[in-house]
């Protein structure tokens, strides 16, 4: 979950805070963003109670988060700071035992080899630029937007280059779906007009990994780890709808393995609601 105020009206702290960050460009028009959330990792066979070795740990991540974006039209930077914790205090084997109790899933049987507790800090830095061009067709446009970006932290350390295509109606209102991270950068900001605008996208991102704490185990503690990749990609494409107040948008993402020894690539969803008020 996530909030993104509107344009000004930042705090000074978050300004101040930001100003620490030589990169980052505090001449757009600045919005500070605040999140919740939480991230849950198993192996691929939940049903066993025995550690299995060669297969990614059980763990969770549970933050909370304070951003600040700069957007100059063109370019956006985006700053953003977490801090939460790993283990058991972060409540994912309660929650996706309970999850599965009400869907009629299979009960995850190997939680008690999770990650140990530790508390996490991640910085997170990105930018990104977009060329729009317009097409022969009234309201039709398509744009290329890359990035590049950096995380540091005892959680993730990696740092990242991307591009996303995207063709549709009413493109400006928006820099594409956002996503948790680690993932290719969107935008929790859109533009609300009394007119249905759409788009289709597609984007890739390469990622150098120094550290994945749910692949190389605990920091300050022996754990259970695999053998991570120090390159790691995702491939991912969708479609966003937005209409006044609201946005819905789906993405398929594709991700390359991450550790040595992996079944093959992850591929999942992601559904997104964003609603201005």
């Known amino acids: 979950m996530s909030w993104l105020s509107a344009e000004g009206g930042v705090p000074e702290w978050v300004t101040q805070g930001a100003s620490y960050v030589p990169v980052f460009s505090q001449k757009g028009r600045l919005r500070v963003s605040y999140e919740l959330g939480q991230s849950i990792f198993t192996p691929d066979d939940i049903t066993l109670k025995e550690h299995i070795p060669g297969q990614r740990p059980y763990a969770g991540w549970l933050y909370g988060g304070v951003g600040l974006v700069s957007d100059t039209g063109d370019r956006v930077d985006n700053l953003a700071l977490q801090v939460g914790v790993v283990g058991p ?4 084997q309660d929650v996706q035992t309970t ?3 009400w869907i009629g899933s299979p009960n995850p049987e190997g939680w008690e080899h999770q990650l140990k507790t530790e508390p996490g800090l991640v910085l997170m830095y990105e930018r990104k630029w977009r060329s729009l061009f317009d097409l022969p067709i009234p309201g039709f446009a398509a744009d290329l937007t890359p990035s ?3 995380v540091i932290g005892n959680i993730y350390t990696y740092g990242a280059v991307g591009a996303t295509a995207r063709i549709g109606f ?3 209102k928006d820099y ?3 996503r948790i991270r680690p993932s290719l950068p969107g935008s929790d900001y859109f533009v609300v007009e009394k007119r249905l605008g759409w788009y289709l996208f597609i984007g890739v991102e390469a990622r150098a990994v120094g550290r994945n704490i ?3 185990g605990n920091t300050f503690s022996s754990s259970h780890s695999v053998d991570k990749k120090p390159l790691a990609g995702d491939l991912q494409f969708g479609a966003a709808m937005s209409y006044g107040r609201y946005r819905l948008s789906y993405t398929q993402i594709i991700r390359a393995n991450e550790y040595n020894g992996q079944g093959g690539p992850d591929s999942f969803g992601s559904i997104n609601l964003s609603v201005a008020f």
Do not use: M, N
């Open 99 to 101: 999850w599965h109790k």
């Open 89 to 92: 205090a972060s409540l994912a």
């Open 214 to 216: 749910f692949l190389d």
């Open 176 to 178: 594409g779906p956002p």
């Open 170 to 172: 009413d493109l400006p």
């Open 148 to 150: 590049v970006g950096a």
